[in-house]
């Protein structure tokens, strides 16, 4: 029953209502409202038997003034649902609200278990770096906070929590493999701010995976300072290293490469360029090359645009090209390992104005992440 | 009658590219900018000063010298400083970019100086976070979509939003 001291005990079980005691303390503290005008906001998109789950960065102790709410409705009674969140004002809090219904969260779940079965490379099948929808919304279910409703018992041979931070742990791992190829192809290209941008995101995404494989809630990247900060201090340090870029006139290049260094320790995974070559493709199935006056254009029919080659560019497209026809690259585009430095200049170039795409033999495995097995131990 | 001396095409995605990201992402960065800001939340406004450094830097490269196709997120900020290192708004991209170690207030007064000239350089977009700018930077949406339709351009709609 509820009472002063403990206003959500009719609602929820008691772990749960102390941390959704503290969300409500947060949100009446920055808007002066609480959960209950936020159930009440969002009463009219309950079915039966559902209930309410709040995640997010005020769910998981970080978050602020400005920060929605971001809150699941979902159930074996949801009815509905989109993939597009209902946004609401409760006084000055903005509401999220995601409606999924429970065979649809399942179905999430175990689209992510077949995934971490596969060998196949992810390639953003559960989010973007700039959409991360199914990624967050695994974890908002796993270990986000009850705010109303009995708590769903989800149909799974494994625990969710574990599910949803192996998803995070692979996805990042072979976000930060592609980081770390490019940053070393930029640098042999001499694309100084490539190189280290690319170094700095593999950094950034080997956290996320320490951070997933100690069974902590993904929070997105723009929160991984606050939340080394917070559950992960150890790795503060590491993180403060490589955060700042080096300006052009420093040294960019012992920066970029103690940044990979500090990936492959982490993650136990060979990061050199030559070892991760073996498996990497580029793919540039749409160009073709046409002459004109004795001008060479590479021209993209699907973009509108032209760009002038010169001699060298057009010996390596060439070169490229009949290396295509002849079947030597198997399943379109060319094989890394097969290209000299030239070419995979070249290659490198159509890939860094969004002309080529990166294609891989494989995904990061779970069993080959050092991390996990640490985290295990 | 003056023509406008580009391919429809282009002009209508440089143009819509730009205005969509100042309109969505920038907006909600700014919000998540004035929260860290408030919460004295270092490393949030540090990663919200780089996000805000690239945007602005794409939304110079594509608005100023329609330039495309935008590439993967790994390569846009390096990408479009290439392209506008010659801009006098170059500096002020790559200072946010690199992250350098300053406050919450610092890089707020950075983000804001920088968009304040985009917008001069480009235009004013409603904030659609906010009351009376939500339902102008919709109409101003709406108008630049008809554009691309017109053009027989794909839209520039998120594809998660037109998904069933």
């Known amino acids: 029953m509820s009472t002063e001291a403990d206003p959500f005990a009719d609602r929820v079980c008691r772990r749960e209502a102390i941390r959704l005691a503290e969300i409500d303390?947060?949100?009446?503290?920055?808007?002066?409202?609480?959960?209950?005008?936020?159930?009440?906001?969002?009463?009219?998109?309950?079915?039966?038997?559902?209930?309410?789950?709040?995640?997010?960065?005020?769910?998981?102790?970080?978050?602020?003034?400005r920060s929605d709410l971001d809150v699941v409705v979902t159930g074996a009674g949801v009815v509905g649902g989109s993939r597009v969140p209902v946004e609401h004002f409760v006084g000055t809090?903005?509401?999220?609200?995601?409606?999924?219904?429970?065979?649809?969260?399942?179905?999430?779940?175990?689209?992510?278990?077949?995934?971490?079965?596969s060998s196949d490379p992810f390639y953003d099948q559960f989010g973007t770096v700039d959409e991360e929808a199914d990624l967050k919304l695994l974890h908002r279910i796993a270990f986000g906070i009850q705010m109303d409703g009995d708590p769903m018992k989800l149909s799974l041979p494994r625990d969710q929590r574990d599910v949803a931070c192996d998803l995070v742990t692979r996805e990042y791992a072979e976000r930060m493999r592609?980081?770390?190829?490019?940053?070393?192809?930029?640098?042999?290209?001499?694309?100084?701010?490539?190189?280290?941008?690319?170094?700095?995101?593999?950094?950034?995404?080997?956290?996320?995976?320490?951070?997933?494989?100690?069974?902590?809630?993904?929070?997105?990247d723009k929160w991984?300072?606050?939340?080394?900060?917070?559950?992960?201090?150890?790795?503060?340090?590491?993180?403060?290293?490589?955060?700042?870029?080096?300006?052009?006139?420093?040294?960019?290049?012992?920066?970029?490469?103690?940044?990979l260094k500090v990936c492959s320790e982490l993650s136990g995974l060979n990061l050199a360029a030559a070892r991760l070559s073996e498996g990497a493709r580029w793919v540039a199935d749409e160009l073709r090359l046409v002459e004109l006056s004795g001008v060479a254009f590479l021209v993209s029919r699907q973009h509108g645009g032209l760009w002038s080659l010169d001699q060298d560019e057009v010996s390596n497209w060439n070169v490229l090209q009949k290396q295509r026809s002849t079947g030597h690259a198997s399943v379109g585009g060319w094989a890394c390992a097969e290209l000299d430095s030239s070419m995979m200049a070249f290659c490198y170039r159509l890939y860094e104005q969004g002309l080529a795409t990166l294609r891989?033999?494989?995904?990061v495995l779970l069993e080959d992440i050092a991390a996990i097995q640490r985290a295990v131990l | 009658m003056k023509q406008v001396p580009i391919d429809a095409r282009r002009y209508a995605w440089s143009r819509g590219t730009a205005l969509w990201i100042m309109g969505l992402p920038l907006s909600s960065h700014m919000e998540d900018l004035e929260?860290?800001?408030?919460?004295?939340?270092?490393?949030?406004?540090?990663?919200?000063?780089?996000?805000?450094?690239?945007?602005?830097?794409?939304?110079?490269?594509?608005?100023?010298?329609?330039?495309?196709?935008?590439?993967?997120?790994?390569?846009?900020?390096?990408?479009?400083?290439?392209?506008?290192?010659?801009?006098?708004?170059?500096?002020?991209?790559?200072?946010l970019i690199r992250g350098e170690a300053d406050s919450a207030e610092i890089v707020a007064a950075r983000c804001q100086e920088l968009m304040a000239c985009v917008q001069a350089v480009v235009v004013e977009v409603p904030d659609p976070l906010s009351p009376e700018g939500y339902f102008p930077a919709l109409a101003m949406a709406r108008s630049w979509l008809e554009l691309l339709n017109a053009v027989g351009e794909p839209d520039l709609l998120p594809r998660r939003w037109t998904q069933g």
């Open chain 1, 25 to 65: 303390r947060q949100i009446r503290e920055y808007h002066g409202l609480g959960i209950t005008n936020v159930l009440d906001a969002i009463a009219y998109l309950r079915d039966c038997d559902s209930c309410v789950i709040a995640g997010g960065s005020l769910a998981f102790g970080l978050g602020n003034l």
């Open chain 1, 93 to 117: 809090l903005r509401v999220d609200v995601w409606k999924r219904g429970q065979d649809q969260v399942e179905a999430i779940f175990r689209d992510a278990e077949c995934a971490l079965a």
């Open chain 1, 178 to 220: 592609e980081a770390a190829f490019v940053a070393q192809v930029a640098e042999m290209s001499g694309s100084v701010i490539a190189s280290m941008m690319n170094a700095r995101r593999a950094v950034e995404d080997v956290l996320h995976m320490m951070i997933a494989a100690r069974g902590l809630p993904f929070t997105g």
């Open chain 1, 224 to 259: 991984l300072h606050e939340r080394l900060a917070k559950d992960a201090d150890d790795l503060c340090p590491l993180y403060e290293k490589f955060v700042v870029l080096p300006d052009r006139e420093e040294d960019w290049r012992t920066y970029t490469r103690g940044a």
């Open chain 1, 360 to 363: 891989w033999a494989s995904g």
């Open chain 2, 35 to 95: 929260g860290a800001q408030r919460a004295n939340q270092h490393g949030l406004a540090r990663r919200i000063g780089r996000a805000v450094g690239e945007s602005c830097a794409v939304v110079l490269a594509v608005s100023s010298y329609a330039f495309r196709p935008l590439p993967q997120s790994n390569m846009r900020g390096a990408w479009a400083l290439d392209r506008i290192a010659d801009h006098e708004l170059w500096p002020g991209c790559w200072a």
